[in-house]
């Protein structure tokens, strides 16, 4: 029998494993807590109490401190922390209230009506109302009946109708429907034909149109759960090699703060954006201090335009960050499969519709990953009688979230190297959004279908995803420029010489917002933040530079009416001077939004960005050309893009890391 003292070790050394999470002050930059989000709440219905007013709560989130009070604070974090407040979006008598809360003295500081265009999140509880609205509107039961569809097998959903050129607008959703009977994966299988929406406001059906009849895509090969799959199968692939559940040697999370190695950056969660990354710093052991990489990063809009213009489809044009949230959508990971064994995880908590707090289990992860490259090696051969063979292998520490919008799952990874890189990774997995149709053959296709048929009677419609992310980079100080370093071609002028060309940089400073917008690809430039008041020692700016992934930009006229309201897809690059209300590339009411309040409208304004507090705006597009591969759930597809030290550090980084522990590789000779 084990001693007691030895079981109650073991527990705690268990709990210090599974566990490296400890409380400590609170950081100004915490999301809401569940307890704040219920205060949140009691100071706002103390305002407008129940039953006189009905009101929801749209959006509840951390209404961060003015920047220089959060950088003071952060410079010395044993001062008190500032005051804690929120910024919350309440519907009220059809009208959009912004309010700002402060925590420390329970009260209301503003209250304002939103008079512009366009409407707030849309709240989950809402969605579901209007979907149960459709499910039991009797024109619908008959149209079902019509088609001899069993109701109990269709299950509805929700699609935002985005905006063209209405005077005025409504609150309004509209509810695509779908048929299971034998199958789960509703998405393939689309009862198309009937049009329903829902006025949000009135919650109440405010069109429903039967128009015709379409095939339904058969259920069969649209599995893709692994107890229910049928042959021929599959390899069984192996998992990563097993690591101590939950344990990463050397990761330190202080409350929301992690350290590792030598990263030292803040975690958030928003409703709207998920996980938000801040203060993100990276510990110099020649200068034996934390140096400034980012202030706050985050996804700040995703804008997937399907490329049907038909009466059915045209207006399938969503924003997925203003209009559902990431947030909102984030799901529970699953541990081993969704993150390594070696991950951390971390609950998400927004504000429900009736404000209070909804929490997502196991929301973010943070693991260590060992991807088997290499972080840098030499062998030195050219020296006799010298054996040199140096290597460090590659590790990083990465942040992921998992947002499932509907058909499509979005894996966000936000991975931090110790060379100093930060890498912004996208995958996009899930099931297709598709059309049915009565072909079942490409050679009978003798009309556009705007899409690929990627099985019987089923399109998969052309589509766009265009990420944006919000990078506040603040390179060893808040002030940076964005430098332009062209790479120009030179003719040799020396007549000896028989080379003829060569090429050299020139370094062009971005002055105002005009030349800091950038399609990528068009030259061959390197993009450098600086920071034009440090220097190293031999003379460079200290900077990062921007790695792009691959570059895609917007194929829709600039007059249409997506494309207006999505106009920052419309550079890969912005750069714009830090303005605290501007974080929502496609404004902060996006459904059904005008384009008025969009990056590309604050841009215009053309504002000096040379040696300020500048944000870069990065956007990386897909254009995705269905194929039959994505059916009948897709492979991830990924992409990303880095930010890389460059004249940052006085030499490599990494060099003088020591390489790891290995475990006894087993010797088979001996
Ligand atoms: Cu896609």
Redesign the pocket.
């Known amino acids: 029998m084990a001693s007691p003292f030895k079981v109650l070790f073991s527990i705690l050394f268990l709990f210090s494993i599974l566990y490296p999470i400890t409380c400590s002050i609170p950081h100004p930059l915490d999301s809401l807590t569940p307890a704040e989000l219920l205060q949140v709440r009691s100071i706002v219905l103390k305002s407008y109490p129940t039953p006189k007013y009905k009101l929801t709560f749209q959006y509840v989130g951390l209404d961060e401190p003015d920047k220089p009070v959060t950088l003071s604070w952060l410079s010395n974090p044993n001062t008190k922390p500032p005051p804690r407040r929120a910024f919350v979006i309440i519907r009220l008598n059809k009208q959009s209230h912004e309010i700002v809360v402060d925590l420390s003295k329970s009260s209301i500081v503003s209250d304002k009506v939103y008079h512009g265009n366009g409407y707030p999140l849309l709240t989950i509880e809402e969605q579901e109302a209007a979907v149960d609205l459709a499910l039991n509107h009797k024109p619908f039961l008959a149209s079902l009946k019509k088609r001899g569809l069993n109701a109990s097998e269709v299950i509805c959903s929700t699609s935002t109708i985005g905006w063209f050129g209405e005077e005025k607008t409504k609150r309004e959703l509209k509810i695509p429907c779908f048929y299971l009977d034998g199958s789960i994966n509703m998405y393939l299988r689309p009862i198309e034909g009937i049009s329903i929406a829902v006025d949000l406001e009135e919650m109440k059906i405010s069109e429903y149109k039967d128009s015709f009849v379409a095939p339904m895509p058969k259920a069969e090969g649209t599995e893709y759960r692994a107890s229910m799959v049928k042959p021929p199968f599959g390899p069984r692939l192996n998992g990563a090699p097993a690591s101590q559940p939950g344990k990463i040697e050397g990761l330190k999370i202080d409350g929301n703060t992690v350290r590792w190695a030598n990263w030292r950056f803040h975690v958030g969660f928003d409703a709207r954006a998920g996980p938000v990354i801040s203060a993100a710093s990276i510990f110099d052991p020649e200068k034996g201090k934390y140096r400034q990489v980012m202030y706050r990063g985050f996804i700040s809009e995703l804008f997937i335009p399907y490329q049907d213009p038909t009466e059915e489809w045209y207006q399938v044009t969503f924003f997925d960050l203003g209009e559902f949230g990431f947030g909102l959508t984030a799901v529970s990971l699953e541990p081993l499969n969704d993150c390594p064994a070696n991950a951390v995880f971390v609950d998400g908590y927004y504000a429900g519709q009736d404000g209070k707090p909804v929490q997502v289990e196991d929301a973010m992860c943070i693991f260590e990953r060992h991807p088997g490259d290499i972080m840098w090696r030499h062998t030195e051969a050219e020296i006799p009688n010298v054996d040199i063979r140096e290597v460090r292998p590659e590790v990083s520490l990465v942040v992921r979230m998992v947002a499932t919008v509907g058909n ?1 799952d979005y894996v966000l990874d936000w991975e931090f190297k110790p060379s100093g890189s930060i890498k912004f990774g996208v995958g ?1 997995t899930g099931v ?1 959004e598709v059309k049915p149709t009565p072909y079942t053959h490409t050679d009978q296709i003798k009309e556009e279908i705007y899409g690929t048929l990627i099985a019987d009677n089923t399109i998969g419609v052309h ?1 766009d ?1 265009f990420i944006t992310y919000y990078v506040d980079l603040d390179i060893d100080g808040d002030a940076n420029s964005l430098v332009k370093t062209n790479l120009v071609t030179k003719r040799v002028k020396d007549k000896k010489i028989p080379r003829k060309s060569y090429w050299t940089v020139e370094h062009e400073t971005a002055k105002t917002e005009a030349d800091a917008r950038i399609k990528l690809g068009s030259r061959p430039t390197e993009l450098v933040f600086v920071n034009p008041n440090k220097r190293t020692k031999p003379g460079n700016k200290v900077g990062y530079r921007l790695l792009p992934g691959g570059a895609s930009g917007p194929l829709l006229a600039p007059d249409d009416y997506p494309q207006v309201r999505a106009a920052f897809t419309n550079y890969n690059v912005w750069v714009t001077p830090y303005n605290k209300s501007e974080k929502w590339a496609g404004g902060l009411y996006t459904d059904q939004s005008h384009g008025d309040d969009t990056l590309g409208v604050w841009s215009s304004r053309n504002r000096d960005i040379e040696n300020k507090d500048i944000v870069l705006w990065y956007t990386m597009g ?1 254009h ?1 050309v ?1 194929s039959q591969e994505d059916f009948p759930v897709m492979p991830t597809l990924s992409g990303g893009f880095e930010l890389r030290p460059t004249n940052f550090f006085e030499y490599n980084p990494v060099l003088k890391t020591k390489p790891p522990f290995h475990a006894t590789w087993p010797n088979c000779t001996a």
């Open positions: 499509y996009l297709l589509h995803h897909f995705h269905p």
